[in-house]
């Protein structure tokens, strides 16, 4: 069978106004990102225009991250998709699918649903506390099911803050790994030359652990101005360095280059990518599934460090209770005329 091709009609889709005002810059700010999620109530298997028509509804409200405007992240219900709608995921621009999945065709990341959920009685401590090193952990949330109202649970929210965990999204965690793989260095006499190649998606840092025998004598950017130092303690993706034994990590954004002064001439110089930045154990994000209502989905986490991966879907247009205008005409035809009766009835009286 054929997808349906054809683009959909404007009236049958409602628009979530959240996602340009207000909390939809809260939650860029805040390091969260935007994916996609299709259309209520619609397939993407069976409607293929779904899938672009999703990503200009979402880069008609907000761009997709604060590292880069388009989305990215596709969140595919089921766990199979076909070749067809890989093809589509993939001419539209998208990089990264899940998380029911059991795989992912060529071409595309899989982000796996692996850490339970946000849901008061279903969240799992253990599964964060038995996660490799070096992993992501994706944690679902659903604030809505039809008209019931999921509760999160605070005290495991409240519990993972405290945690020395990399706070970050699908997006996010996918291209700081692209571009820590994309990162070399260079030596004259005793500097060194971090460089890090250019992308053409998202501008995300990548961190390398560079390893030398000799002080530091002071880090800059290509302009000469002192690079930032990062402190152990920040759990959010920013761009900097701090020293370790035998070296530095250093997070840098694509297409720059970092030069690093020593007070001696280095014997030896390593660098190796990093997968989780700041040489913290491992990653975690919390997936934001059928985002209809931003402000309905995220309004109980404005004070939370955490950071979401909101995968948007597009609301459809709530259907009118035709039986609700008709009862109102009624009521405004037969109130005059039951006035007028009375009234006509007291005269005859008197």
């Not at 298997?45 to 028509?53: A, F, G, K, Q």
């Not at 694509?254 to 030069?259: C, N």
């Amino acid at each position: 069978m054929v997808p349906f091709l054809a683009s959909p009609v404007a009236g049958e889709w409602s628009e979530d106004t959240w996602l340009e005002n207000i909390i939809g810059p809260e939650r860029l700010e805040n390091g969260d990102e935007f994916g996609c999620h299709g259309y209520e109530g619609a397939s993407i298997s069976e409607d293929i225009w779904i899938i672009d028509e999703c990503k200009k509804y979402l880069m008609k409200g907000t761009n997709a991250s604060r590292w880069g405007a388009p989305p990215i992240s596709f969140g595919v219900p089921g766990q199979i998709i076909d070749q067809y709608t890989a093809s589509q995921l993939i001419s539209s621009g998208f990089l990264i699918v899940g998380d029911s999945l059991e795989e992912a065709p060529e071409g595309l990341i899989l982000a796996k649903r692996n850490g339970a959920s946000l849901e008061k009685g279903v969240a799992d401590k253990s599964l964060i506390e038995s996660a490799d090193e070096d992993s992501l952990t994706s944690i679902y949330w659903r604030a809505r099911i039809d008209d019931l109202r999921v509760r999160e649970d605070k005290d495991f929210m409240s519990w993972l803050e405290e945690q020395d965990i990399w706070f970050t999204t699908w997006g996010e965690w996918n291209m700081h790994q692209i571009s820590s793989e994309n990162t070399s260095v260079t030596t004259d006499g005793s500097e060194l030359y971090s460089v890090s190649e250019s992308s053409d998606l998202w501008q995300v840092p990548g961190t390398s652990l560079i390893l030398f025998d000799s002080e530091i004598s002071g880090v800059f950017n290509s302009g000469g101005e002192p690079f930032p130092v990062i402190s152990p303690y920040t759990k959010k993706l920013e761009s900097g360095w701090r020293e370790v034994e035998g070296g530095i990590l250093l997070t840098q954004s694509p297409g720059t280059t970092i030069t690093i002064k020593l007070n001696e001439y280095p014997e030896s110089v390593s660098i190796q990518p990093v997968t989780t930045f700041n040489g913290l154990r491992n990653a975690v994000t919390i997936v934001g599934h059928h985002t209809t209502n931003l402000f309905h989905w995220s309004s109980d986490f404005q004070e939370s460090p955490l950071t979401f991966t909101w995968l948007i879907e597009r609301p459809s247009e709530e259907e009118i209770d035709w039986t609700l205008p008709i009862i109102a005409v009624a009521t405004l035809i037969a109130v005059p005329v039951a006035v007028k009766r009375a009234i006509e009835s007291d005269s005859s009286d008197n």
